[in-house]
């Protein structure tokens, strides 16, 4: 007698549901899977042809937000994913500090950084705020990190994120950067005090940072 591992057996059922399944279910379960979201990339990874999520769309199922990527029309979808999807955009400075907990309030705007000369629909969105930087200091302290909606987006690292906002100072909140500094103090295991140095060695704010680093250590 053969005896399947129980791992085997559920590869087993997953390909006996899979065959039976039409392709707009399939489409339909890893829109559920994946928080309501489901690129064209997905499609083909899946072997279906994007006329099915035409089709969905044409009935009301799912909804394009723009090239290459639809949303379940049950759930809100992503807007921190669907707004830079395909684009190569970096969240920063307070919308970073908000994903990384490190400030009070949720920020009313998108900060962006992009490469110098970038162009993309994110140049006409009223709600974006655009930070240009030099390519070469474009991928410093790049991570990625979840959204508040679960899923994957590029976001700068405290460390990078402190730095912008001192480079900045005079276009920031005053308070809001101490309080940024102060909570990443806070958190001794999290924090990188040799890479946040580093950085602003880098982005030339050294000597601004230890005038912080001298109030609020």
């Known amino acids: 007698m053969l005896f399947l591992s129980p791992y085997k057996k559920d590869i087993i059922v997953w390909r006996k549901e899979q065959k039976s399944m039409t392709n707009e279910e399939k489409i339909l379960k890893i829109l559920k899977n994946n928080n309501g979201i489901i690129t064209t990339k997905e499609i083909k990874e899946n072997n279906i042809a994007n006329v099915y999520l035409t089709r969905l769309a044409n009935k009301g199922d799912i909804e394009r937000v723009k090239k290459g990527l639809y949303v379940s029309k049950a759930s809100w979808g992503d807007e921190y994913f669907n707004l830079i999807y395909g684009i190569n955009a970096i969240y920063s400075y307070e919308t970073a500090l908000y994903f990384l907990g490190l400030c009070e309030s949720i920020p009313m705007s998108y900060n962006l950084t992009v490469p ?58 005053i308070e809001t950067l101490k309080y940024a500094i102060r909570e990443y103090l806070k958190n001794k295991k999290a924090r990188n005090l040799p890479k946040l140095m580093e950085y602003a060695k880098i982005f030339n704010v050294y000597e601004t940072l230890n005038n912080y680093l001298e109030v609020l250590m």
């Open 116 to 173: 110098r000369g970038h162009k993309s629909s994110l140049n006409y969105n009223s709600k974006v705020i655009l930070h240009f930087i030099k390519r070469e200091y474009f991928e410093i302290g790049k991570i990625h990190i979840k959204s508040p909606q679960g899923q994957m987006i590029t976001c700068y690292n405290a460390e990078r994120t402190i730095c912008d906002l001192l480079k900045d100072k005079k276009n920031q909140d």
